[in-house]
């Protein structure tokens, strides 16, 4: 899990949420929304392994300039899009952004502690929190 600051743009946490992963089990796939398109980050997925599934701009010019993994996927998307999107399985990242979503209602959505140390396990407690939240919904069938 990772936690940063307000001022971290997605997009610089690519490559250490995978290394992590990795570190876990194979990652085959890493499914992506647009924060996260770079050649930058499709370059070190490729070098990884790792596909990369990253949605990229609207406005996207297929040119490689050294990055062929994106040329691909950006030639994919402005051909067909909603094509791209069920052969790379593209629409299963929306079960990771439910539970966020999830969290983020039932819990909050912002952190009441001030230094990082703490706004991590403030985030850890939550995350616990609606773990054993919906364990106990799965189990009975409602809130018990």
Known sequence: MGVTEEDVHDTR???PLVEEA??????????????YDSKANFRFLSDKGVEPVIR???NSVPKAK???ARKHAVQ???HDREMWSKKNGYGYRWMAESAFSSIK???GEHVRAKKLQNMIQEVRLKVFAYNWLIR???MTGGIG
Do not use: F, T
């Open 76 to 78: 994919e998307q402005l």
């Open 66 to 68: 050294g990055c062929y």
């Open 13 to 15: 946490m690519l490559k």
């Open 22 to 35: 990795l570190k876990i089990a194979p990652v085959e796939k890493a499914l992506a929304d647009g924060a």
């Open 105 to 107: 209602g039932r819990l």
């Open 56 to 58: 990229v701009r609207k």
């Open 136 to 138: 106990g919904i799965s």
